[in-house]
Every structure is written in C-alpha cells, then in structure tokens.
C-alpha cells in the first residue's frame, strides 16, 4: 500500500490525528506551506496566502489540544474562495475594480468556520465576479489543472478545486450560482456539494439570489460532511437561512436505492468519454443493488434560455453601469459581455425565466416520486483549455457547436431548481487524463439523500477518488 501523503489525508484523518497528538496543526500547516511553496507556481491556484498569520493561529491550536479545549476543527486549514468575505481580508472577485477592496467583517459561513478554529491560510482564484466555468482574470492570471497543466480546473470555484487536487489545503470553500462548485469539482476529481438554497447562510447580496449556494469542495465525501455540520443553520444576518438545521452522520446503513438517470437531458451532446464513465458509474450504483432506470425530466434549450435571463438580470444586473467607464479596459471580454448583456435585459426576463422555472420543476418533482436520487453528469466534457475563451464562437462538443460558455455543463438546471441539493462526485478520467463527474440529485431539501448515496458510491468505488498517497504524477 503507498505511503500517505500528509498533504492528502482526509480532512477528519487530519483532525483525529491531532486530537490523538500524533501531528500537530503546526507541523501539518508547515507541510501544507512547504507543498503549496513548491507547486503553487504551477498551478497558480491562491490570490493570496496568510502563512505568518496561519502560525501564530496554529501554534495557539497547539496548545488548545495539548489543554484539552480544542473547537471541532481546531487548527484545521481552510482555503477561503475570493469571493467570500474575510474580516480584514481582500475579496477582489479576480476584478480590478475591487483591488483594494478590504472586508470589515466576515460572511456568515467563514465566521461559522472561524469560530470553529479553522485557519484560514489562503485565499482561491475565481474568474472576474465569478461569471464564468473558467478560471482566469486579468487580475490573478490563469489557474491550471493539477491533473494536466494545459487545461482549467474550471470554474468560477477553481483555485479552490486545484488547491485541494495539488494537496494545498485539506478542504476548500466554494460558492455555486450555475454550477461554480460542482463543475471544478468535476474537473479535478473531487466531491463538491450544492446545498438547498439556504441551508449554509450566505452574505448579501447573494443570498438573495435563489440560484445562489455557497459551501465546500473536498477530496472526500465524509469531509464535506464535517463541514456542513458545522456552518449549516439559521443566521441572524441572513434573511434567506433555513430555520431547519440538518445534522449529517459519518455513515448510512447500506440499502438498495432507486436511481433515476439521464446522460444528456435529452438535448444535449456529450463527448464520449464523460458518456462512458457515467455509465460505469450507473454500473457501480447497481453493484450496490441499486435498482437504476432511465428517465426523460423533460426539459430542452429553454433550460439554457431561462438560465441565462436570470442570469442576466440579477447576476450580472449588479455590476454597477460605472464599472464599465472606469474598469472597462481592465476588464475580462466575458465580463465586459455580461456588463453589456445586462445593459439589454428586457424587463419581464425574470418573469420568463421564472415561468420556466415552475414548468422545469413540474415535471422532475413528479418523477422523483418514484426515485431516491436522479444522476445526470456533470458536465459533457472532461474539462475545459486552461485559456478557454467562454465567447469562442465555434466551441464544439462532440462536434456539435455548442455555447462557448454555458453549453458544456449540466449543472444549471439544479440551480434553477435551488432547494434541489447536488453532489458532483468523480466518475474516472477522459482521453486526456481529466477527471469526469457525475451529479447526484436529490429531492427538495434532502441532504441526508445525497449524502447517503454519495458516501455508498464512495465505498464502492474508492479508486475512483484521490488517495491519500496523492495525486500520481504532478509532485514538487
């Protein structure tokens, strides 16, 4: 069996390592520090590192262990997605526009983390206000794939998802408006979840947005777990925070789950590695005894349509006009786009999209009667080039021209869908070495659902994820 690499233990192997003293939060953060120091100028996946900060909170978390008084992820560090604010920390959103923009106070999950004596030592990219499934900005440049330096890690949670691939940090934040977990999650072959719109509490004014979720990226499913058990919950400063409070378990008794299935939402071309894998994937599920079946949801290019005018008018809606006549010459093409893009949106857009909304869940409500989760993949191809233009006119998949921007990924609908909660697993690797995912899909507010159907997958098919070994072929 290889030996494990620190950088890549589990998040919860980490922490009962340092509750039973045989590592301590200094020395790991040192590890951690020494990994990101050798790789970091490969893949280029933090805006900005805190490590003087991290070993003064580390050695303090050392001597919380050795007293007894250690918080639930006492010394734990966390790499926080530049989109997310920090007391005292910049949140640029990769724009030049918010350069010098230093946070008075913390968003509602980081605090949640913070107060649970998580460190946090880094700072992830994103493209410029997180408007994209790549990840590069004029600002912080372009972020790489661990995995294959030529493509993304995806986006807009990237820096977040490479991190975690290249062993930089044993947990990540990430926010998720059309699929900016799940996606780089997919891209780098890690768990990344979606919760219901609300279940974490979020900071303004993205949780006023129903396709708005903010939560984590892991290289485990039990790790993303952990966390959710700590931030999920009523917020007093978060309006949109469900009252409820879902507590998730380490493990689920095994069952034989009902699954539904879709490969393609019955319109949308798929490259023909990500449809083998996910039907390796269905294999694995039916392994466990599971009864698998396939379904039609239904749904067409009005899934695109609906999307994006909502998009349009309250995503991108909040880039202020004078963004354009200040940072307009700073700014990313796809930013200035959308900019643009917002400029025209008609007044009923939201109506439409709203209207497509309630025919979209009509239909999928209904057949998730029947079934426990619904898996589609993740997105139709591997990943994206690491410079990917989201305009590029002639994008094909499968050799179908499709949207340069959002017509490679599946994970819109479920924000559309936004008390549907979401797990992008891995489902193997493509032609190039990049990793491929799947979607598991719950009913409304299901978490436990996902959860259990996650966690079942990931004992079936372990390989499937990263060792703790670490990632074969991209070391210092």
Request: hydrophobic share 40%; proline share 9%.
């Amino acid at each position: 069996m290889p030996t494990p690499d620190p950088c890549y233990l589990p998040t919860r192997e980490v922490l009962a390592r340092f509750a039973s003293g045989a590592l301590t939060p200094s020395a790991y953060l040192d590890a951690l520090i020494s990994r990101t120091e050798a790789v970091n100028t490969k893949i280029n996946a933090y805006t900005e590192t805190f490590f003087d900060a991290a070993r003064e909170a580390a050695s303090a978390a050392d001597a919380r262990y050795v007293s007894g008084t250690q918080r639930p992820l006492e010394g734990l560090p966390v790499a926080v997605k530049d989109a997310q604010r920090v007391a005292g920390q910049r949140t640029t959103q990769g724009s030049f526009a918010l350069e010098d923009n230093i946070e008075d106070h913390s968003d509602p999950m980081v605090e949640r983390l913070l107060a649970a004596g998580a460190i946090i030592h880094a700072r992830t990219t994103t493209p410029e206000f997180c408007l994209s499934g790549v990840c590069w900005s004029n600002l912080w440049g372009v972020t790489r794939n661990p995995f294959s330096l030529a493509f993304g890690p995806g986006g807009s949670s990237g820096g977040s998802a490479a991190a975690l691939a290249a062993g930089m940090t044993p947990l990540a934040t990430g926010t998720d408006i059309g699929g900016s977990i799940r996606i780089p999650a997919s891209s780098c072959g890690l768990a990344g979840y979606k919760p219901p719109h609300g279940r974490n509490p979020d900071g303004p004014p993205a949780n006023f947005d129903r396709y708005n979720h903010c939560g984590f990226l892991a290289r485990d499913v039990g790790d993303i777990a952990l966390a959710q058990n700590i931030v999920s919950g009523p917020h007093p400063r978060d309006h949109d925070s469900l009252r409820d409070r879902v507590t998730l378990p380490d493990s689920f008794p095994p069952r034989a789950l009902r699954v539904a299935y879709s490969l393609d939402f019955g319109y949308m071309p798929l490259d023909p590695d990500v449809r083998a894998n996910t039907q390796a994937a269905l294999d694995i599920f039916r392994a466990t005894g599971a009864m698998v079946e396939k379904v039609d949801p239904g749904w067409d290019a009005h899934v695109d349509t609906a999307s994006m005018q909502w998009y349009t008018a309250m995503h991108f809606g909040r880039m202020p006009l004078w963004l354009l006549e200040e940072f307009g010459a700073r700014m990313t093409p796809y930013a200035r786009a959308a900019a643009h893009a917002a400029q025209n949106a008609k007044p009923d857009d939201v109506a439409r999209s709203w209207e497509y909304q309630h025919e979209m869940y009509q239909r999928f409500g209904a057949l998730m009667e029947d079934y426990d989760i619904f898996i589609c993949p993740t997105q139709t191809i591997g990943a994206l080039p690491a410079e990917h233009d989201p305009l590029a006119p002639d994008f094909r998949v499968d050799g179908q021209v499709v949207d340069g921007e959002y017509g490679w990924v599946m994970t819109h609908p479920f924000n559309m869908l936004h008390n549907c909660p979401v797990m992008s697993v891995p489902s193997g690797r493509d032609r190039h070495g990049i990793p491929t995912g799947i979607q598991i899909v719950g009913r409304t507010f299901d978490d436990r659902g996902v959860f259990e159907a996650a966690m079942l997958y990931r004992e079936a098919a372990p390989d499937l994820f990263l060792p703790a070994s670490g990632l074969p072929g991209f070391a210092p």
